[in-house]
């Protein structure tokens, strides 16, 4: 119906581009968007910005009023009809959220503290933007914290700064710099935005106050250039929808519903649509197109205002049936009347297939839970950096089925035994469950700090494994008595190394063949409790250490051999090993702790000991 008239793509049909802000916390992402939103009270609500779903949408003639101080001479042009920005702050989920391949997000803003510089959450913000080929612009905020700073409210940043003192100038000339370094440091090159004469090479860097507004100007006005000049091939309408799931979220009254982000296209009342579930493809009818009431009309009943048809860009709610288990992030498909909605399923559970086809091939690994299809991308590519194995994923909060999943890993690989969780909700009886399981749940809204968590947690189990086996852990060692100096209670013996490494709580035996019977007899002296070279003592001696001898002390056993006639200066002592021993320094727990040499010890001991 419409498809003529989307059909005109050209240069002056730009949908409004979409815009998303991430950085580290606390540099100011909520208060920057804050202070875009709000309007001046003397123009009372001019300029239209309005609250969508998850978004706020400013149109042009808002923009333009915000950027006229920067655009004094009334050069720039404004091609695009507005902007939306996504209003969740900080979580690379929506970042990473794609529809048809590329970013959702046109542009994003990276705000970085100008005060504190680079953070981690910083580093892993630009490792996605980069995977996600996403152009972004710096804000450089909180400029009003650099010492002696006198604000000019709302002004143009490079006015701004040319009233400062000249102390102020330098100490901002200082830390622009720095951040540029630390940024190179990251293989970005970037320059202030308007000393940046090549917008390809360089990452432009916008010094911002979301405290007295100056730099705002600046930044969107960049952010306006930047779009239209340099993306308009993105911004063009197509008569295609695309749309992503943002939320999945209940709202009484309405049942679970869908909050989106049209980014292009437009969706109608009673459209036919098809989107990812968490069990199977879910195709369903738009019941109806929700967006927030104006704050002014509060006092009407209800909370949102039905629209026939929304058209892109912008965040909208979706009711509809069937939309429990619909996954954030999915793409959202318009049933046309030429296609088949069979295919469309298939194409949209593509996206959750992909992810699956990571999950390790013998079930072994943790388990793995996001808020979005996107931000679940984003932590199995840095799993997969890390080789962690991942067994099972699975999208929104943890409920106590989710746990179940993980409880598997208890008797194949402890140390898998694990659930590792980004950015989402934890329900209270699965916590409970997993405590009493024994399954440890690591949930952080920084991806390296699940990492961090995690690795520590399977040190403390190896350190734990450790402690538990320690009497087990035999390590092999043949040793040649040098003299004997008690030969009871304790027995000492002054002995050589001469070969392996002899420890304290290593077992000592020596084996004797009956002359009668010709049968291997085991003589155990008694464990090790203390080692002495030169007086001093050590809790590890290795063949060729200790070149005076080791006085090694023993513990008594009942029926310790009797110095002399069951055991004597002639006769070899061995460490004494067993199958289980050798399992033992088998587990991972040990691996690394044994030697090749230490191996191949193991085997001759094997045979003294007629082990099989
Ligand atoms: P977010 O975690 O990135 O969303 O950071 P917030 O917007 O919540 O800001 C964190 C803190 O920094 C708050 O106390 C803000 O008031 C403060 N803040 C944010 N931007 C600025 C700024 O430009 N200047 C100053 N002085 N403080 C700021």
Known sequence: RHKAALDARSQDNLRSPICCILGHVDTGKTKLLDKVRQTNVQEGEAGGITQQIGATYFPIEAIKQKTAVVNKDQTMEYKVPGLLIIDTPGHESFTNLRSRGSSLCNIAILVIDIMHGLEQQTLESIRLLRSRKTPFIVALNKIDRLYGWEAIPDNGVQDS????????????????????????????????????????????????????????????????????????????????????????????????????????????????????????????????????????????????????????????????????????????????????????????MSDLASLESALDKSGRGVCVQASTLGSLEALLDFLKQMKIPVMSISIGPVFKRDVMKATTMLEKAREFAVMLCFDVKIDKEAEEYAEQQGIRIFSADIIYHLFDAFTNYQKELLEVKRKETAAQAVFPCVLHTVKIINKRNPMIIGVDVSEGSLRIGTPIATVRIDPATQMRQVMQLGRVISLEVNHKSVDIVKKGQAQGGVAMRLDTPANQPTWGRHVDETDILYSEISRESIDTLKDPAYRDDVTRDEWLLLRQLKAVFSIA
């Not at 009254?253 to 069990?279: A, F, H, K, W, Y």
């Not at 979706?318 to 793409?331: C, E, F, T, V, Y």
């Open 161 to 348: 700064l040319a009233k400062q003192s000249k102390t102020v100038q330098r100490e901002f000339e200082d830390r622009v710099q720095k951040t540029k370094l630390a940024l190179a440091e990251q293989g970005l090159n970037s320059e202030l935005y308007y000393k940046n004469r090549n917008m390809a090479r360089n990452v432009s860097l916008v010094p911002t106050s979301a405290v007295t507004g100056e730099g705002v100007p600046d930044m969107l006005k960049l952010l306006i250039d930047l779009t239209q000049n340099r993306m308009s091939d993105k911004l063009m309408y197509l008569s295609e929808l695309e749309c992503t799931v943002l939320e999945v979220k209940v709202i009484e009254g309405l049942g679970t519903t869908i909050d989106v982000v049209l980014s292009n296209g437009i969706l109608r009342e009673g459209d036919r649509i098809v989107l990812c579930g968490m069990n199977g493809p879910i195709a369903t009818n738009v019941r109806a197109l929700l967006t927030p009431q104006p704050l002014r009309e509060l006092r009407v009943k209800s909370a949102y205002v039905h629209h026939k048809e929304v058209k892109a860009a912008l965040g909208v709610k979706i009711a509809a049936n069937d939309l429990d288990k619909a996954i954030a992030g999915s793409r959202l498909l318009l049933v046309g009347p030429d296609d088949e909605e069979e295919e469309l399923m298939d194409e949209v």
